[in-house]
């Protein structure tokens, strides 16, 4: 039985740092690209960034460019988001997706598996 278990959100000021975890199970986590998705309330999903099986290759929406890091260890088969100078609009449940021999898997229909998400609020 997969697993997606994300961790890590919380509400802050803006201008903070969060650091997201995602811990992945029962599958071949080294065949997968991980992406992290968010929705803010009454807004469509919007994929944040993925990150190639390998680790070698990442992507990034043009919002969080510069502000948030996507990586991945492979021994604990675990998933981050490290998400710096934060804004009021990065509010959004956090979700990580795992998509098989996929890149760079920028459609939602290319993931399999989702974890239930985590709360990420910035206040202003």
């Known amino acids: 039985q997969v697993q997606l278990v994300e961790s890590g959100g919380g509400l802050v000021q803006a201008g903070a740092s969060l650091r997201l975890s995602c811990a992945a199970s029962g599958l071949t986590f080294n065949r997968y690209t991980m992406g992290w998705v968010r929705q803010a309330p009454g807004k469509e999903r919007v994929l944040v960034a993925t990150i190639k099986w390998s680790g070698a290759e990442t992507y990034y929406a043009d919002s969080v460019k510069g502000r948030f890091t996507i990586s991945r260890n492979a021994a604990n088969s675990a998933v981050y988001l490290q998400m710096n100078s934060l804004k009021p609009e990065d509010t959004a449940v956090y979700y990580c997706?795992?998509?098989?021999?996929?890149?760079?898997?920028?459609?939602?229909?290319?993931?399999?598996?989702w974890g239930r998400g985590t709360q990420v609020t910035v206040s202003s």
């Open positions: 997706a795992a998509a098989p021999g996929s890149w760079p898997a920028l459609r939602f229909n290319d993931y399999n598996y």
